[in-house]
Every structure is written in structure tokens, then in C-alpha cells.
């Protein structure tokens, strides 16, 4: 009983360490760790929008929100990422508050297919 208490706590307190880690990071190395778990979460959120919204929309309208899609990568790639000589960049800050937009967008349309019927005008 001892041990499996003392396992649970040394569990919580490594979950504790790491959010406390995110808030005070002591290299750059830790700093992009909790970047990318920001920027990951971020992705996640757009990839569940994206696929609600397209359940919601008629054939032209998922054909017009893929287009979009396509478009808005292109423009988040070419926005937040640059190829040099010494290697691929990512600014993650740039990709995270790009991608957090883009999902509130999707999640707009959500909101107005379930309201008011979707607008395929408006993808």
C-alpha cells in the first residue's frame, strides 16, 4: 500500500514539475517542448473543428472548405516557416496563434451551420 501511494505521488508531483517547467523554462530546448505542446494541442482542436464542420456541410461546401484548407496551409507554411541552407525553420509562435485563428474560424462556421444553416459563401 506504502509503495503504491509513494508511485502516485511521485507521478503527480512529475505532472506538477512539468507544468511548472512550461512556466519558467530553463533553456530554449525546454521553451520549444512547451511550444509544441501548445502548438499540438492547438492542432488537434483545428483537426476536431474541421472534421464537424465538414459533417455539417453539403458536397460543394466540404469541396470549397478542403479548398480552403489547402489554401490556409500554404499560407500558414509560407507565414511561419522558412528553409535555409543550415536547415528547416518553424516559428511555432507563429504557427500556434495561426492555427488557433484558423480554428476559431472553422468553429464560426460551426456555430452558424447550427443557428442559422451553413453558408458555404462564407468558407
Do not use: H
Not at 6 to 32: I, R, T
Not at 35 to 64: F, I, M, P, R, W
Amino acid at each position: 500500500m506504502k509503495k503504491t501511494l509513494f508511485a502516485l505521488m511521485l507521478c503527480f508531483s512529475g505532472a506538477v514539475f512539468a507544468n511548472s517547467a512550461c512556466d519558467a523554462p530553463k533553456n530554449d530546448f525546454d521553451g520549444l517542448y512547451c511550444l509544441n505542446k501548445v502548438y499540438q494541442e492547438a492542432d488537434k482542436e483545428l483537426n476536431e473543428n474541421y472534421k464537424k464542420l465538414s459533417a455539417k456541410l453539403d458536397s460543394a461546401g466540404k469541396k470549397t472548405l478542403k479548398t480552403g484548407q489547402l489554401s490556409w496551409i500554404e499560407e500558414r507554411n509560407s507565414k511561419c516557416s522558412k528553409r535555409e541552407a543550415t536547415g528547416f525553420f518553424v516559428n511555432l509562435d507563429c504557427a500556434t496563434s495561426t492555427t488557433i485563428s484558423r480554428s476559431q474560424f472553422l468553429q464560426d462556421r460551426i456555430r452558424e451551420c447550427s443557428s442559422s444553416g451553413c453558408q458555404n459563401s462564407k468558407l
